[in-house]
């Protein structure tokens, strides 16, 4: 089964700074890698999608990046912002199975 | 936009009561999910379905069943409510056919607490 780890849990950087989200995974076979947002008390929010043929995608100040050989994905935020600070959540497929496996989450604050 | 909604924000029950989470999408996704999620254990899929009348189990479906008698509506009943029930529950929807193919889109969720 797939298994989706995501270190630290928790992240706090004062605003402006760029920052890395890491999310690592230990079945390489896959279709696709998202990355999600939650802010407390709510749903997620999809914000990019990684199919397994492509290295990296981008959306404004995130970039997604994804090596599925060495079972990792990086989300970089630049610039953050006090409005970034939420939980990010990661999740991926496995070839096979009919539902995403997900991380537990990096909470993020970002500290005006 | 994607709409994906569920009828309570917040819910109590007592154990042993017959309890209904309902979710709606208005995007005439195929596939639709329920999750639960709880603190450092993240979310775990309950069940899902991929068309109307069709419904797989996922990693976590005891004590629990749906329904799905149209395509917008995906319902979660727990039976028989326990108190190791308590928790947040998710209701997402999408196209593809597979879980990965295309983003998932999420309701608020229900934060349902049994007595």
């Known amino acids: 089964k797939q298994e989706v780890t995501q270190i630290p849990a928790a992240l706090s950087v004062p605003e402006g700074e760029n920052l890395v989200l890491n999310c690592s995974f230990t079945?390489?076979?896959?279709?696709?890698l998202q990355w999600f947002r939650q802010d407390p008390g709510k749903g997620l929010t999809s914000l990019l999608l990684?199919?397994?043929?492509?290295r990296e995608q981008t959306s404004g100040r995130l970039n997604a990046s994804l090596d599925k050989s060495s079972g990792r994905s990086t989300l970089y935020i630049a610039a953050s912002q006090p409005g970034d600070s939420a939980t990010y959540l990661c999740?991926?497929?496995?070839?096979?199975?009919?539902?995403?496996?997900f991380g537990t989450g990096t909470r993020l604050t970002v500290i005006p | 936009d994607v709409k994906v909604t569920q009828s309570s924000r917040y819910l109590v029950k007592r154990t042993g009561e017959k309890v209904f989470l309902e979710c709606v999408q208005d995007?005439?996704?195929?596939?639709m999910f329920w999750y639960r999620q709880d603190p450092g254990l993240g979310l775990r899929l309950i069940y899902f379905?991929?068309?109307?009348?069709?419904?797989e189990k996922g990693d976590i479906p005891e004590g629990y069943s749906v329904s799905r008698e149209k395509k917008e509506r995906f319902s979660l009943i727990l039976e028989s409510a326990s108190t190791n029930q308590t928790s947040m529950y998710l209701c997402?929807?999408?196209?593809?056919?597979?879980?990965?193919?295309?983003?998932?889109?999420f309701g608020d969720g229900t934060r349902l607490s049994i007595l």
């Open positions: 997402a929807s999408g196209e593809g056919s597979a879980a990965g193919d295309q983003p998932q889109h």
């Open positions: 079945d390489s076979a896959i279709y696709n």
């Open positions: 990684i199919q397994s043929s492509q």
């Open positions: 999740a991926t497929d496995q070839t096979g199975a009919n539902n995403l496996f």
């Open positions: 995007m005439d996704h195929e596939n």
């Open positions: 379905s991929y068309d109307v009348k069709m419904k």
